[in-house]
């Protein structure tokens, strides 16, 4: 039973700190005393009833001289918690305290009529008892502002409900006019109600089983701290309104709202339905104290009434208030997790792209550096003749050794810090270097190299090493296609400026073309041309377009193939150095 009863409460507790609940909520209560043991509830129900029983005489105190009814009844508070709590399998004993409570009561007379209101006010006992039940979460952990309002829309007409059963047996069991009807079903509703919100609150807290863990705690550590101060803060009170009175008694009892105003900002609904029992209390003890009339002593119930609803809004929002900021910090610390997690994500991902990098661009000079070595060890056979070309080749394996230690530092570099260094790159000089990088592939694929640079070419901003590595990148594929291809092979680059009005900035740019006549790009590639893996060559990667494409972004240019054309054109964009 233990273990279900505290599944029950953090599955409330959990809705409730994660998602907002639907508007229609199920049998939360039920959930949580349904299983409970029949002797608990038994026990349980007999207590109520005989609280119910036994309760005029612990309230009267200021009896209407013409009606004989109190300002303040506990009895709708305990027959509705009793059904709440409960359900319908007590409703009997709830008809049997009825009965009983009519009986003792000075000048009552038991009949027919009364018998019969009795069975009416029974059923809308019922009728509130399971509303509460089934509506709200009063008696859980978690007590938000729509469960006040189910508590007072639900509870507050039955009550308008049972105090005209109760007033109608009155007037037909004495000599009572029926003129008189609506005043002492007023003062019946007045008295339920106040009972109702003053003590329904804290039964339900105190006797559920989730709800009687928070308001213990909540219980435990205002004793530790603040509980004297609030009893020491409320006596004042009351002796300055009805032992000193400065000014009018009434006008200064709304000083009593400061004190509930403290508490249930601090201490949420569980402080909230723990103080208004004390506040009331004190309040009808000042009265008796000082002698107040009965008419007086109503009029302050309607006060109190007004302080009750109050202060148990005040101590719902007040928990919706801390379960709202619950929930944002939970968030929050679940954002930065996935922050986190997204940075460790991009890390790996940045590593992985810097290896796909490196071993495809990588792959050129190394390939290169071994074909001069084996070169070199060639002419170093020949003998001294070929010293000449010797000294150049061993040049040509400096020139590409370097040229890969410095890619591999600028990659390593951007990868690690996202850093890029923007450099004033003159097109002409680009082209020359990427024309020495493929001279001799040119040469022995007899493949035709046409530069076309306009005149007055402005210098472009861009990492030389990286924007180097993509033109590379373009022509290392083009002179592949051509290398499949019938003569005459072409290769032509050409360079020239471009106004883009469809520019957020509306700058110029230089637009370098790499054109070839080749085989062309499959149709069916082309659409994934720049995804990574997307190759046509047996031994390729397809990681070179891709990893073009993203270094020419992150360096704020375009990277793109012109479909449209004849012969198979990669278009390259760079911004122009200011």
């Not at 009175?245 to 400061?258: G, H, N």
């Not at 994500?345 to 550096?369: G, N």
Request: aromatic share 8%; net charge positive.
């Amino acid at each position: 039973m233990d273990n279900e009863l505290l599944l029950s409460e953090r599955s409330l507790a959990g809705n409730d700190a994660g998602h907002r609940p639907l508007p229609v909520r199920g049998p939360s209560m039920t959930a949580m005393t349904a299983n409970a043991a029949p002797g608990a509830s038994l026990r349980l129900a007999l207590l109520l009833a005989l609280l119910y029983v036994l309760a005029d005489g612990a309230t009267d105190l200021f009896p209407h001289p013409r009606f004989g009814v109190q300002p303040w009844s506990a009895h709708a508070a305990l027959a509705v918690t009793l059904i709440a709590l409960t359900g319908g399998r007590f409703v009997p004993l709830v008809f049997a305290a009825v009965l009983l409570a009519w009986w003792i009561a000075p000048g009552s007379a038991l009949g027919a009529p009364a018998f019969l209101c009795a069975l009416a006010l029974t059923a809308v006992y019922w009728i509130a008892g399971l509303g509460v039940r089934r509506w709200s979460r009063w008696g859980a952990a978690a007590i938000a502002p729509r469960d006040v309002n189910v508590l007072l829309a639900v509870a507050l007409p039955a009550v308008g409900v049972g105090a005209c059963i109760d007033a109608l047996r009155q007037i037909a069991g004495s000599e009572l006019a029926a003129a008189a009807f609506p005043l002492l079903w007023f003062r019946i509703f007045i008295a339920d109600s106040l009972g109702l919100i003053v003590l329904a609150p804290v039964l339900l807290q105190a006797l559920g089983a989730g709800g009687w863990r928070q308001l213990r705690g909540a219980i435990a550590g205002a004793i530790v701290r603040d509980a004297l101060f609030f009893l020491l803060v409320l006596c004042a009170l009351l002796e300055l309104v009805f032992g000193l009175k400065p000014l009018d008694e009434f006008r200064m009892s709304y000083l009593l709202f400061l004190p509930m105003i403290v508490v249930a900002m601090r201490y949420g609904i569980a402080g909230t339905v723990s103080a208004t029992p004390v506040v009331q209390f004190g309040l009808l003890a000042a009265l008796a104290t000082v002698g107040t009339r009965p008419g007086i002593a109503f009029e302050f119930q309607l006060l109190m009434l007004t302080l009750a609803i109050a202060a148990l809004y005040l101590g719902a929002l007040s928990d919706e208030r801390k379960r709202s900021v619950a929930r944002i910090a939970a968030n929050e610390r679940a954002l930065r997790e996935r922050g986190q997690a997204l940075a460790e994500a991009q890390r790996v991902a940045s590593t992985a792209e810097l290896a796909a990098a490196l071993a495809h661009d990588l792959s050129q000079p190394l390939s290169a550096i071994g074909s001069y070595a084996c070169a070199s060890q060639i002419l170093a056979e020949r003998g001294p003749e070929e010293r000449a070309r010797l000294v150049e080749t061993l040049a040509q394996i400096s020139q590409e050794s370097n040229r890969a230690g410095q890619y591999l530092r600028r990659m390593r570099e951007f990868f690690r810090t996202g850093a890029m260094r923007e450099e004033r790159v003159e097109i002409a000089a680009l082209f020359h270097a990427t024309y020495a990088q493929f001279h001799d592939r040119l040469t022995q694929a007899s493949i035709e190299w046409k530069t076309d640079l306009e005149a007055g070419l402005p210098a472009v901003c861009a990492d030389s090493v990286q924007i180097g590595a993509v033109l590379g990148n373009l022509v290392a594929n083009a002179l592949d296609s051509l290398a499949a291809s019938a003569p005459p092979r072409r290769l032509e680059i050409k360079a020239y400026r471009v106004a883009r009005e469809d520019a957020p900035d509306k700058l110029p740019i230089v637009r370098i073309e790499v054109v070839d006549n080749g085989a062309g790009v499959p149709q069916a590639l082309r659409e994934r041309l720049f995804t990574p893996l997307a190759t046509t060559k047996p031994g390729g990667m397809g990681l070179g377009l891709a990893l073009s494409r993203s270094i020419t972004q992150r360096q704020g240019g375009h990277l793109w193939f012109d479909a449209g054309r004849e012969r198979t054109t990669f278009c390259l964009d760079l911004r122009i150095h200011e």
